[in-house]
């Protein structure tokens, strides 16, 4: 649903860029988990699902700010796709 909202307001490089951002900002994240914090396909299974779902909405929110920052599309385009 956010991924809608940020992607309709991006250029055509920002949308590549949000999402190569968010893939890489995953991958980080259960690669820290996996090593650093010693979780395991058991854990992740069991209890450890909601800090998955907050890491990857985290890192959707990071993404999304970052490329909106930098990417994002002017506005009489924006209405002009509304439209």
């Known amino acids: 649903m ?8 991006l250029t055509s490089k920002g949308k590549i860029a949000y999402w190569i951002i968010q893939l890489v900002l995953d991958a980080l994240f259960i690669g820290y988990l996996f090593i650093y914090m010693d979780y395991d396909m058991d854990r992740f299974a069991g209890d450890g699902y909601g800090i998955v779902i907050a890491g990857v909405i985290a890192a959707m929110l990071i993404s ?6 930098l990417w994002k599309k002017p506005k009489e385009e924006i209405k002009s796709q509304e439209n």
Not at 2 to 9: A, E, I, N, V
Not at 64 to 69: D, H, K, P, R, T
């Open 64 to 69: 999304g700010v970052i490329c909106l920052g």
């Open 2 to 9: 956010l991924d809608r909202l940020f992607l309709r307001k």
